[in-house]
């Protein structure tokens, strides 16, 4: 059964409500219309249709909008040149010994989380041990559950998953709350079959005191402001005001497909060119144009010729400029500025290879995502930190200073970059042969022998 993301479960909610908690459910249908924008598996995409047999729906052909958005958005924000550090030397051997590869596994789990407007990481412990060990899990928006929201800050969540213990699989729901008479953070994990009866294993902890009062899990959306609903931690979708262009798109790129499709050359025969067996009284095409015929009609088909091939004119061109157009729009409305997508018949949807210093819309956004990003994850990395600490040390470690360095490369300015480069040649600052092989990918010794530099450049003795 395909994956459905429509907010939380009914079962964990209904089970929170009993432990007296109110759970935030107020962004579910947001949520749900969202994922079937991701997904391309609403009606505008053509559900199969009820009550009406033998009707032949349509398919609306999709180059999957929303998705794309979500993913691009998300990579230029942050790639594998993001580093997560910290001013505290432990907590940063501690990154780099145990977190190194965070950036790279969370690509994916940051562009779903942009495109349906949240999702989580949290911290879990592997088992009672003298000295746990946190391990990182993110959840989509669909296992999240608020709690407790300070305005739009989350003080308490919980977390639906489903895990296997000993081979077999159990739906878990896990509360992270800060405890108002320890002043901590407690992890609190309850176990559950497939069928909804409560489980308790001896080697979870159904109430871990972390002993700190740092949050043990982090929320993480796009920054834009939630017009949906008040009070809740649960942000919005990247493409939520571009609902409108993500239709725009797919209906050009479906008319583009239907261009082609209708365009296909078709063979029209009269009746008078088609066998007939005397016996059955049935039509044989048998020879008829190697047998492909497209429709037999009565009476001429074209002024008295018995067969007329349709082979129309495509034209493309108006159909691939609509879906620049569309593309426009919707690089405008998600943040990117004017063009940062396109597409062609040769090499299908494209983005921006050369980002100029003009675009500001592009820029103000991703600085906008990097802030609402690092703060998810100076929350969660600080609290994962001195969790550990207070588990494993018993010490209650100051703020370590988690710190996040962003990869700005995408911002800069190619066209400048080149200039600059070609002026410092000309000024004897810059040996001529680093340009091909910058700009242009070549070989040290084929930028050389372009440029007409030997080996013995810069004082390099050529070889005997």
Not at 384 to 411: F, H, K, M
Request: charged residues 25%; negative net charge; glycine residues 8%.
């Amino acid at each position: 059964m395909p994956k459905e993301i429509t907010g939380a479960p009914s079962w964990a909610i209904e089970y929170l409500k009993k432990l007296g908690y109110s759970p935030d459910t107020s962004m579910s249908t947001y949520i749900s219309q969202w994922w079937g924008w991701y997904k391309c598996s609403n009606d505008f995409y053509g559900l199969p249709n009820r009550g009406m047999k033998g009707l032949n729906n349509h398919r609306v052909m999709s180059i999957t909008p929303a998705a794309v958005v979500a993913e691009e958005m998300a990579s230029l924000v942050m790639d594998e040149k993001t580093v997560i550090g910290a001013d505290d030397e432990e907590c940063a051997q501690w990154l780099d010994d145990r977190f190194s590869t965070f950036v790279g596994e969370a690509a994916d789990n940051l562009a779903l989380s942009f495109a349906l407007g949240t999702g989580a990481w949290a911290c879990d412990f592997d088992g009672l041990g003298i000295k746990p060990r946190v391990r990182l899990t993110y959840y989509d928006v669909g296992q999240i559950v608020p709690l407790v929201t300070d305005r739009d800050i989350s003080v308490a969540s919980a977390f639906v998953s489903v895990v296997a213990n000993k081979g077999k699989r159990y739906q878990q729901l896990q509360i992270h709350d800060l405890d108002s008479e320890t002043g901590t953070y407690h992890i609190k994990t309850h176990m559950f079959d497939m069928k909804g009866k409560e489980l308790q294993f001896e080697e979870i902890n159904p109430d871990l005191d972390t002993l700190q009062p740092y949050p043990t899990y982090a929320l993480v959306s796009p920054a834009i402001a939630n017009r949906y609903e008040d009070a809740t931690a649960l942000g919005v979708s990247l493409y939520a005001n571009a609902v409108d262009a993500l239709m725009a798109v797919d209906q050009a790129f479906d008319g583009f497909c239907q261009t082609v499709r209708f365009c296909i050359p078709r063979m029209y025969i009269d009746k008078t060119a088609v066998d007939i067996d005397p016996t059955t009284g049935k039509m044989s095409i048998a020879g008829t144009v190697d047998a492909d015929l497209y429709r037999v009609m009565s009476g001429s088909v074209d002024k008295g010729f018995p067969v007329t091939i349709y082979n129309p004119e495509l034209r493309l061109d108006e159909r691939e400029g609509a879906i620049n157009a569309a593309l426009s729009i919707l690089s405008s409305k998600c943040g990117f500025g004017q063009n940062y997508f396109s597409w062609t018949r040769a090499s299908g949807l494209k983005t921006a290879t050369e980002v100029t210093s003009d675009n500001s819309a592009l820029f103000r956004n991703v600085r906008r995502h990097e802030m609402a990003v690092g703060k998810a994850l100076r929350r969660l990395f600080t609290g994962a930190y001195i969790a550990e600490c207070a588990l494993t040390t018993g010490r209650d470690p100051e703020d370590p200073g988690v710190n996040i360095q962003w990869d700005d490369s995408v911002v800069e300015d190619s066209k400048t970059e080149r200039e600059l480069m070609k002026d410092d040649i000309a000024r004897g600052l810059c040996p001529a042969y680093l340009y091909p092989m910058r700009y242009y990918g070549m070989s040290e010794e084929e930028a050389r022998a372009l440029t007409g530099e030997g080996a013995a450049a810069n004082g390099i003795p050529e070889e005997e």
